[in-house]
């Protein structure tokens, strides 16, 4: 028996893995995955990454991420704004020096993933077992956790997993009421999103004055920003595609509309690059229920109380929307696996 279950292998779950390695406990973490980072992806490209996923932190707001980096010897790199911004509506567009919109983002280098992968290898070898889907949990005895292909037992679990996958789970007790409609009560974070990368041997975007930033009501993409790292010896476009999950499930033609709206932003060049990219996360069943396939209007007041408290004295919920001050956020994910770790920690015979 393992002392400490944790189920997730995203950054929340990582975190809170860590840090019970670090105060002496032996720990086992269940990922559905074949890989670790949750949101966090990055597609390897030269020297680096690029970001799938989630992309920015904003170091001067979100002192652990920060802290968590330097302990782990990772940089960032400044969110690149300089040069001209544009804003595409259907009656016209409009290039000029916009206030900045990311003027206090930065990126992880080699990308956000590279931070899972990192706080992986801190672990012991062997603690995190992948292809574990967890279907069941009995928190009536000792924590009994049910996945597709084995049972593990612990002493306590963290479970750092979306709430509405979560809320399907099958629980012994049943959850109470306030936990379940907790878990239910907003999508998770970004869920319903796509993103699309494109690889370019050149920034000729930067080249003419721009900086790859763009707002559109036209689309496919609805928002666009510079992802190229030079140090890393590679330049790239990113795009939130703004485009239902119903109706984007055509790739080649998103792919050849969302390049046709690249040259129309910045260039004719945008229509030739060397590699394109659509990560759906809506259709990805380890991050989106159905439910998530729908965006919230807005950013969703996460945090709600009822996931801050043990259940039973054996479970603890860790996740980006776990976190009342920064919920949905890597901040939020790493807040709250640091706290999901001191709070069972004491419990704990090492
Ligand atoms: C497109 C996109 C853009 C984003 N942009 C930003 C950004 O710029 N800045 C920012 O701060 N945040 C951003 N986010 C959000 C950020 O990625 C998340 O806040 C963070 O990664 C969440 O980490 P987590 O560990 O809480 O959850 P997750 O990363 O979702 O990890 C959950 C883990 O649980 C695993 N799992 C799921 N089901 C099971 C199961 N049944 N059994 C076992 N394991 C299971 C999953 O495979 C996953 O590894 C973005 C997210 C997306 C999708």
Redesign the pocket.
């Known amino acids: 028996m393992t002392n400490a279950l944790v ?8 975190t809170a893995a860590l840090r019970l390695h670090q105060a002496g406990h032996d720990v086992t973490v ?4 074949d890989r ?5 992806l990055s597609l390897p490209v030269a020297q680096g990454g690029i970001d ?6 904003w170091p001067a707001y979100q002192p652990r991420v920060v802290a968590l980096l330097k302990e782990l010897g990772l940089t960032t790199l400044a969110q690149y704004e300089d040069g001209d911004f544009i804003y595409e509506a259907a009656a016209q567009t409009q290039r000029g020096a916009f206030p900045k919109r990311y003027s206090d983002a930065a990126r992880i280098r080699g990308g ?1 993933q590279r931070l899972a992968k990192k706080l992986a290898v801190t672990l012991p070898q062997g603690t995190i077992r992948f292809g ?4 069941a949990i009995d928190l009536a005895h000792c924590p009994h956790v049910e ?1 597709e292909s084995a049972t593990w037992d612990a002493e306590v679990v963290v479970c ?3 709430g509405p ?1 979560v809320s399907t ?1 099958d629980m012994t007790p049943a959850w109470s009421p306030e936990v379940s409609q907790a878990l239910t009560q907003w999508p ?4 319903a ?1 796509a ?1 699309l990368v494109a690889l370019y041997d050149k920034p000729f975007w930067r080249d003419a004055g721009l900086s790859g930033g763009a707002v559109s009501h036209v689309g496919p993409l609805f928002e666009v920003a510079d992802q190229s790292d030079p140090e890393a010896n590679f330049f790239g476009l990113f795009g ?1 595609v703004g485009v239902p999950f119903d109706e984007r499930q055509d790739r080649e033609m998103l792919v050849e509309q969302s390049l046709a709206q690249l040259s129309r932003l910045f260039g004719p060049q945008a229509a030739q690059p060397t590699k394109v990219e659509i ?1 759906d ?1 809506a259709a990805e069943p ?2 989106a229920t159905p439910f998530d396939q729908t965006p919230p209007n807005g950013h969703p007041p996460y945090g709600a109380p009822a996931l801050s408290h043990p259940v039973a004295d054996r479970l603890i919920f ?4 776990v976190s009342q001050r920064n919920g ?6 790493i807040e ?2 640091e706290r999901a770790a001191a709070k069972v920690s004491p419990a704990l015979v090492s």
């Open positions: 189920i997730g292998a995203g950054l929340a779950g990582l269940l990922e559905a995955r670790v980072g949750g949101r966090a799938l996923g989630s992309a920015w932190i956000v574990q889907v967890v279907r996945t750092a997993v979306p996958i789970w998770t974070w970004m869920a999103h993103k939130f990560m996360w380890f991050t860790a996740g980006a929307e949905g956020l890597i901040e939020g994910a709250t696996g």
